[in-house]
């Protein structure tokens, strides 16, 4: 399945039982970054945009943010003789190795100067084990280590999800799969999301099993205040 084939939701009212959960808008994922998203910095204006969408319509607005210890086990640089986007395969982490990015502390890591973090009501840090990843907002990639977002959703009274931001093959894919598990409502806002594309099927791959799942697609033109 390709971007070309999705189905686009018409209108979409949000009121006070949705959350806009902002994936990784982080300096590393941005053109200039130490794993750069292409057109990354080309949605933090419409993701500003949407987020006080959200907080005018009383729904909650959560940032994820990649947070890694140094010599984390997801960076090539911690495997004698890898490189960037090897293909990599061990419990918790891969399909590939990654350079070195959101390292705890540094810029790289910090949220894009432009967004407007104002606007979140929550954050949620993930990535900080050292041997293992965590590609979702909800659980680490071992599968069951929860970050705490399916508790801070649930006890908000929250029911549907709407997922934007970096990468839509990675973390925006691992976070909208496991929001549909977990047994959210799950909606991408596409046009608020950008892919990295690698490996070269990463992106078709990602669409396609959503939509199998059941996630539903919408761009934010057509997110709307419920009234
Ligand atoms: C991500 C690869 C490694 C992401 C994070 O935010 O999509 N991708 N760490
Ligand atoms: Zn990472």
Redesign the pocket.
Known sequence: MEMKDIRYEPVVDIGKDDALLVV?IQNDFMPAGA?PVAQGDMIVRGINAVMKLFNRCGASVVLTQ?W?PQG?H?FASAHEGKAPYDPYDAPGLGPVL?PD??VQGTHGADFHPELDTDMAHAAIRK?YHLLI???SGFFENDMKTQTGLEGYLRTRGVRRVFVCGLALD??VYYTASDAMKTGFEVYIVMDLTRAAGSPGDSISTAIETLASAGVRFVNSPEVRHGG
């Open positions: 990784d794993l990649d890694h984390h997801s990654w990015h959101c990535g990843d965590s590609y990675y973390c």
